[in-house]
C-alpha cells in the first residue's frame, strides 16, 4: 500500500462505523486525510476533521472552494456518508429530502466539484459506498434503498465520463456490517435471526472487510 504515502484522500462521514476504519487504514497508510462529517473526532497527525452538514449544498460548495485554494490534488474521494432513518418520526417529505441529500445528492456534488482536483493527480480515484439495499430492498425504508441504488447507477455513469480523465470510479455495497447503523438488529434475537437466514454466509460482516476493500480499490 505504498501507493497512498503523503497523498491526499477525502472520507464522508468518517467517524464512525465504516467510515471511521476507512480514515484510520488510509492514516496507517501514509495518506494525509480529510474527514467530512456531522459530527467529528478529534484531529490528529496528517488527519483534519471538518464539520459538514452533506445534506447542506452550501456548506459542501464553501469546504470544495477552500480546499482547492489549499490543496489543488486528490488521490481518492470516499462517498461513504449516510443516514438511515424511520421514516414514522418523520414527515414524509423531510425523510425523503433528508435521506436523499446526505446519501446521494453530496455524493454527486462532491464527485462534480472535485473532478478538476482529481484530474491533477495520477491514477485518482472515487469510492462509493452502496448498500446490499440498492438491490435487496429493506422494508419501511424506500429513500435509503432508492438512495443506494442511485449511488450504484451514479458510479455508473461516473465511471463512463471521468474514464478519459483516467479517474476510476467504483462502488461497494455492503450487506449487514456491524456498526452503529444495525446495532438494533444485531442486539435483536428476532431481528438478528431475521437477518442471519438471509445470508449466505451466516455473520455480520466487520467495518474492517469494507476499509480493507477500500484500500484495494483505491491502490
Known amino acids: 500500500m505504498n501507493d497512498f504515502k503523503n497523498k491526499l484522500v477525502i472520507v464522508t462521514g468518517g467517524s464512525n462505523g465504516n467510515g471511521k476504519k476507512i480514515v484510520e487504514q488510509f492514516l496507517n497508510n501514509g495518506a494525509r486525510v480529510y474527514n467530512l462529517d456531522k459530527k467529528i473526532s478529534k484531529t490528529k ?25 489549499k490543496e489543488k490534488k486528490l488521490f481518492c474521494l470516499v462517498n461513504n456518508a ?10 414524509y417529505l423531510d425523510y425523503w429530502n433528508k435521506t436523499i441529500n446526505t446519501n446521494l445528492r453530496s455524493s454527486y456534488i462532491l464527485s ?3 473532478k478538476d482536483c482529481l484530474k491533477k493527480e495520477n491514477k485518482a480515484n472515487i469510492i ?10 429493506m422494508s419501511g425504508n424506500p429513500a435509503y434503498n ?16 471521468y474514464e478519459k480523465e483516467n479517474i476510476r470510479v467504483n462502488s461497494i455495497s455492503p450487506g449487514y456490517i ?20 438471509r445470508m449466505m454466509i451466516k455473520k455480520y460482516g466487520e467495518s474492517d472487510d469494507i476499509a480493507n476493500l477500500v484500500m484495494f480499490l483505491a491502490s
Open 45 to 69: 497527525k496528517n488527519l483534519i476533521s471538518l464539520q459538514i452538514n452533506l445534506g447542506n449544498v452550501s456548506e459542501i460548495e464553501n469546504f470544495v472552494n477552500t480546499f482547492k485554494k
Open 82 to 91: 449516510g443516514v438511515s432513518l424511520d421514516i414514522k418520526k418523520y414527515n
Open 112 to 114: 462534480i466539484l472535485l
Open 128 to 137: 462509493n459506498i452502496s448498500s446490499i439495499s440498492a438491490k435487496i430492498a
Open 146 to 161: 432508492i438512495s443506494k441504488a442511485g449511488l450504484v447507477a451514479l458510479t455508473k455513469s461516473l465511471a463512463f465520463d
Open 178 to 197: 456491524k456498526t452503529n447503523m444495525t446495532k438494533k438488529s444485531f442486539n435483536s434475537k428476532k431481528l438478528f435471526k431475521k437477518r442471519i437466514d
